[in-house]
């Protein structure tokens, strides 16, 4: 086990969605079984930065999210696959430490309830 793989519970290795983890300076630190699969064709991914990873706007909000500590939540569909994408930072002693991405595969139509 990796030193960052310590850094989250068992259960998580195993989900049945991608979680991707970076530290403040934007380093990736932790990928789930099902990250490391999504993205297996791009090499082991962790160590490397995720600012050369992504576009011009894409590298805007990870720094908007780093600098507030605030949320990105949205769907995508790739490849006839649809998705949410939920990113948020992770704090450690009260101040941003980094960010983490949740990916899930999500049915075409989805229930929506109001509780």
Same mark, same amino acid.
């Given at each position: 086990? !990796? #030193?960052? !793989?310590?850094?989250?519970? +068992?259960?998580? %290795?195993?989900? *049945?969605?991608? $979680?991707?983890v &970076? +530290?403040?300076?934007? #380093?990736?630190?932790?990928? *789930?079984?099902?990250?490391?699969?999504?993205?297996?064709?791009?090499?082991?991914?962790?160590?490397? #930065?995720? @600012?050369? &990873?992504?576009?011009?706007?894409?590298?805007?909000?990870?720094?908007? @999210?780093?600098?507030?500590?605030?949320?990105?939540?949205?769907?995508?569909?790739?490849?006839?696959?649809? %998705?949410?994408?939920?990113?948020?930072?992770?704090? +450690? *002693?009260g101040?941003v430490?980094?960010? $983490?991405?949740?990916?899930?595969?999500?049915? !075409? %139509?989805?229930?929506?309830?109001?509780?």
């Amino acid at each position: 086990m !990796e #030193n960052s !793989e310590k850094i989250l519970p +068992d259960w998580a %290795k195993a989900m *049945n969605c991608a $979680v991707t983890v &970076c +530290d403040a300076d934007c #380093n990736i630190i932790y990928m *789930n079984d099902k990250a490391r699969a999504t993205f297996a064709a791009h090499g082991d991914l962790i160590g490397r #930065n995720l @600012l050369e &990873c992504h576009n011009e706007r894409s590298v805007a909000i990870i720094k908007e @999210l780093l600098a507030t500590g605030g949320v990105n939540c949205y769907t995508i569909d790739k490849k006839g696959v649809r %998705k949410m994408i939920y990113q948020t930072a992770w704090r +450690d *002693n009260g101040s941003v430490a980094g960010l $983490v991405e949740i990916s899930m595969e999500i049915p !075409e %139509k989805m229930p929506h309830y109001i509780r």
